[in-house]
């Protein structure tokens, strides 16, 4: 084995798990909340009360078994039995478990702040990155790396401060007194049980954690081929391929089975070392106690207590093992999330980034070259302006780089060369947040949320009033479908808007487009899943829609845009041609061309239909 290697490795690893509880701790030692500092002061002040009320309770049985034992006590039941030691007794115990209940109510808001604010951060930092990110995760794994790392940051902050650092606390107490009251020798023998425990734990734990790993790994997988196969339940249903999808998933579970099996097996052997271990370092401390009884140097009362005392540590320490287990997972789980708060943004606001001054809505794209990778360019030096209030069409093949325009200019993406602009300021001076104010986009694919037709609607301005929200449905002609609807404006969607007509999401999509009143819009091929019919309706409601602010149509089908003041035809990413429907007609260019061969097939459907008249 390549030790160099492993050693790197391994102290790499210490290091992330160091950097994971220091990243943790600034969450918890809020600087800028003054009671939970107070809290955390408190939770500690009672963590120490409690161990001490703990570790003094075998003093008292000791000296309770002695007074029982000793000699001309006569037959006074109130000698016999001494009240003041069994009330003290009971006493012990009942500080022990009132300090320590206490300690965690202190703590308990404490604890879920921190989990709250991690939460909360890791959410909003996801919302920041970039499409490319999102692209590229799956979302099912994503939620499963957060979900696990909140637990991990809850079982940590419980389990450090109620179970590790009592447990050491006894044990640094404990080793004392005996050492104090009993000698070094059961002292030493303690502390060499304690640390063959420890260190057997340790090693044995370090094996076991690669099980572990690949078990999180295959239910990451597992669930990221759930989510996905039951988002795709219509395409899985087309292709009749439910064998096919239960084989993948059974194969990400399979794996997860054999990597559980064998993590509940080597247990079994850590479970065992740690019962002989334990019980080696009891029979020896015992043995020492005994002989001193024999011998006269210790009391009845020592060997109860010397036997007391060790029980307290065998008892945590048999749960150690578990909670170090946990611990480390915690940490590996803790350490997935915190580097999702590392990921570069990609798309970053400048430290001087200014709000995008109100405007007309002029928009400027000049030399714009870009590309998803180096490798591969989408766009070449292409310019173009849109007028306030005017409306330009971009059309062109699919691959031409017509959606790659919208992302640009909603700035998922930053240009390799040139200049995008929008109202005389490049986006890139500006704050994402008001530059994506300023822009309404109604896409081709309208995904909704699992919530009703309000949520739906209101998401375009989430504080707008009721009134508001009818009327921009009004505008969208939605409002004659909620009138037909049992629940009305309550009627819930469904899955990505499953429950509804393309044509009724697309109406949804409008609507919250005009409650957000945007400068500019952005229809991004619109209409081009829809029936005939149906997209002469939406083109309607889009012409509504638009009157009096600038609009940039993405568009396949031509007659949707022969009303445009220019029409740029995109080819390889290059601005082939450009100008009106009719100076593209008589140039018989490929707008011309494709101007054809929409108009053939068009005429080929009405055909069609009048014959199945």
Same mark, same amino acid.
């Given at each position: 084995?390549?030790?160099?290697?492993?050693?790197?490795?391994?102290?790499?690893?210490?290091?992330?798990?160091?950097?994971?509880?220091?990243?943790?701790?600034?969450?918890?030692?809020?600087?800028?909340?003054?009671?939970?500092?107070?809290?955390?002061?408190?939770?500690?002040?009672?963590?120490?009360? +409690?161990?001490?009320?703990?570790?003094?309770?075998?003093?008292?049985?000791?000296?309770?078994?002695?007074?029982?034992?000793?000699?001309?006590?006569?037959?006074?039941?109130?000698?016999?039995?001494?009240?003041?030691?069994?009330?003290?007794?009971?006493?012990?115990?009942?500080?022990?478990?009132?300090?320590?209940?206490?300690?965690?109510?202190?703590?308990?808001?404490?604890?879920?702040?921190?989990?709250?604010?991690?939460?909360?951060?890791?959410?909003?930092?996801?919302?920041?990155?970039?499409?490319?990110?999102?692209?590229?995760?799956?979302? /099912?794994?994503?939620?499963?790396?957060?979900?696990?790392?909140?637990?991990?940051?809850?079982?940590?902050?419980?389990?450090?401060?109620?179970?590790?650092?009592?447990?050491?606390?006894?044990?640094?107490?404990?080793?004392?007194?005996?050492?104090?009251?009993?000698? &070094?020798?059961?002292?030493?023998?303690?502390?060499?049980?304690?640390?063959?425990?420890?260190?057997?734990?340790?090693?044995?734990t370090e094996w076991r954690l690669k099980y572990r790993r690949t078990m999180n790994?295959?239910?990451?997988?597992?669930?990221?081929?759930?989510?996905?196969?039951?988002?795709?339940?219509?395409?899985?249903?087309?292709?009749?391929?439910?064998?096919?999808?239960?084989?993948?998933?059974?194969?990400?579970?399979?794996?997860?089975?054999?990597?559980?099996v064998r993590s509940q097996t080597t247990l079994a052997y850590l479970n065992i070392?740690?019962?002989?271990?334990?019980?080696?370092?009891?029979?020896?401390?015992?043995?020492?106690? +005994? =002989?001193?009884?024999?011998?006269?140097?210790?009391? !009845?009362?020592?060997?109860?207590?010397?036997?007391?005392?060790?029980?307290?540590?065998?008892?945590?320490?048999?749960?150690?093992?578990?909670?170090?287990?946990?611990?480390?997972?915690?940490?590996?789980?803790?350490?997935?999330?915190?580097?999702?708060?590392?990921?570069?943004?990609?798309?970053?606001?400048?430290?001087?980034?200014?709000?995008? &001054?109100?405007?007309?809505?002029? &928009?400027?794209?000049?030399?714009?070259?870009? /590309?998803?990778?180096?490798?591969? *360019?989408?766009?070449?030096?292409?310019?173009?302006?849109?007028?306030?209030?005017q409306k330009v069409a971009i059309v062109g093949p699919s691959g031409a780089g @017509?959606?790659?325009?919208?992302?640009?200019?909603?700035?998922?993406?930053?240009?390799?060369?040139?200049? !995008?602009?929008?109202?005389?300021?490049?986006?890139?001076?500006?704050?994402?947040?008001?530059?994506?104010?300023?822009?309404?986009?109604?896409?081709?694919?309208?995904?909704?949320?699992?919530?009703?037709?309000?949520?739906?609607?209101?998401?375009?301005?989430?504080?707008?009033?009721?009134?508001?929200?009818?009327?921009?449905?009004?505008?969208? =002609?939605?409002?004659?479908?909620?009138?037909?609807?049992?629940?009305?404006?309550?009627?819930?969607?469904?899955?990505?808007?499953?429950?509804?007509?393309?044509?009724?999401?697309?109406?949804?999509?409008?609507?919250?487009?005009?409650?957000?009143?945007?400068?500019?819009?952005?229809?991004?091929?619109?209409?081009?899943?829809?029936?005939?019919?149906?997209?002469?309706?939406? *083109?309607?409601?889009? @012409?509504?829609?638009?009157?009096?602010?600038?609009?940039?149509?993405?568009?396949?089908?031509?007659?949707?845009? !022969?009303?445009?003041?220019?029409?740029?035809?995109?080819?390889?990413?290059?601005?082939?041609?450009?100008?009106?429907?009719?100076?593209?007609?008589?140039?018989?260019?490929?707008?011309?061309?494709?101007?054809?061969?929409? *108009?053939?097939?068009?005429?080929?459907?009405?055909?069609?239909?009048?014959?199945?008249?």
């Amino acid at each position: 084995m390549d030790t160099t290697k492993f050693d790197s490795h391994s102290q790499s690893e210490k290091r992330s798990h160091f950097s994971t509880a220091v990243t943790l701790l600034g969450y918890i030692w809020n600087k800028d909340r003054i009671d939970l500092k107070i809290r955390i002061v408190i939770a500690v002040i009672l963590l120490l009360a +409690a161990e001490v009320s703990t570790v003094f309770a075998p003093y008292i049985l000791k000296f309770l078994v002695d007074d029982l034992t000793g000699e001309g006590m006569g037959d006074n039941i109130l000698i016999v039995v001494p009240l003041s030691l069994i009330i003290a007794y009971g006493a012990m115990r009942i500080f022990q478990q009132g300090f320590g209940e206490l300690r965690d109510a202190v703590f308990a808001k404490v604890g879920q702040n921190a989990i709250r604010q991690v939460a909360l951060q890791t959410f909003q930092h996801l919302h920041r990155l970039s499409l490319r990110f999102h692209m590229d995760r799956q979302t /099912g794994g994503l939620s499963r790396v957060i979900e696990r790392g909140t637990k991990g940051i809850d079982f940590l902050l419980r389990f450090m401060l109620f179970n590790i650092i009592p447990t050491f606390l006894k044990i640094l107490f404990i080793c004392g007194i005996m050492w104090v009251e009993y000698g &070094i020798a059961m002292s030493m023998v303690t502390a060499v049980t304690l640390i063959g425990y420890i260190y057997f734990t340790l090693a044995v734990t370090e094996w076991r954690l690669k099980y572990r790993r690949t078990m999180n790994e295959k239910d990451s997988e597992a669930n990221t081929k759930a989510i996905d196969s039951l988002l795709n339940y219509e395409t899985v249903k087309y292709f009749g391929n439910e064998g096919h999808e239960s084989s993948r998933f059974d194969e990400a579970i399979a794996g997860y089975e054999t990597a559980a099996v064998r993590s509940q097996t080597t247990l079994a052997y850590l479970n065992i070392g740690q019962g002989f271990i334990i019980s080696i370092g009891m029979v020896l401390v015992l043995y020492i106690a +005994a =002989s001193g009884v024999a011998d006269g140097s210790m009391t !009845v009362g020592d060997f109860v207590a010397a036997h007391a005392f060790l029980m307290l540590l065998i008892q945590p320490l048999n749960f150690l093992g578990f909670v170090y287990r946990e611990i480390k997972q915690s940490l590996v789980d803790m350490e997935k999330m915190f580097e999702l708060l590392a990921v570069n943004r990609e798309i970053d606001d400048r430290p001087d980034a200014q709000a995008l &001054i109100s405007g007309a809505g002029e &928009i400027e794209f000049k030399n714009v070259n870009f /590309g998803y990778e180096e490798s591969r *360019q989408i766009l070449h030096d292409v310019s173009f302006t849109v007028k306030a209030g005017q409306k330009v069409a971009i059309v062109g093949p699919s691959g031409a780089g @017509k959606s790659t325009i919208s992302r640009i200019l909603f700035r998922f993406y930053d240009v390799n060369d040139g200049t !995008v602009m929008i109202d005389g300021q490049d986006i890139t001076t500006v704050t994402q947040t008001s530059l994506r104010a300023a822009i309404g986009i109604v896409p081709q694919d309208t995904v909704l949320f699992n919530d009703t037709i309000r949520y739906n609607v209101g998401y375009g301005r989430p504080d707008a009033s009721e009134e508001d929200i009818f009327e921009a449905a009004r505008l969208a =002609s939605i409002d004659q479908l909620i009138e037909k609807l049992p629940e009305g404006f309550d009627t819930m969607v469904g899955e990505r808007g499953l429950k509804l007509s393309g044509g009724e999401k697309q109406r949804v999509a409008i609507a919250h487009t005009i409650l957000k009143a945007p400068r500019i819009l952005l229809f991004d091929e619109a209409t081009s899943a829809l029936d005939s019919r149906t997209e002469k309706e939406i *083109q309607e409601s889009l @012409k509504e829609v638009s009157k009096n602010r600038t609009t940039l149509v993405i568009a396949h089908r031509l007659s949707t845009v !022969v009303d445009a003041d220019e029409i740029l035809v995109l080819d390889g990413g290059r601005i082939a041609e450009r100008g009106s429907h009719l100076q593209l007609l008589e140039k018989q260019g490929h707008y011309a061309e494709m101007w054809a061969r929409q *108009q053939e097939a068009a005429s080929y459907e009405e055909r069609l239909e009048q014959a199945l008249k």
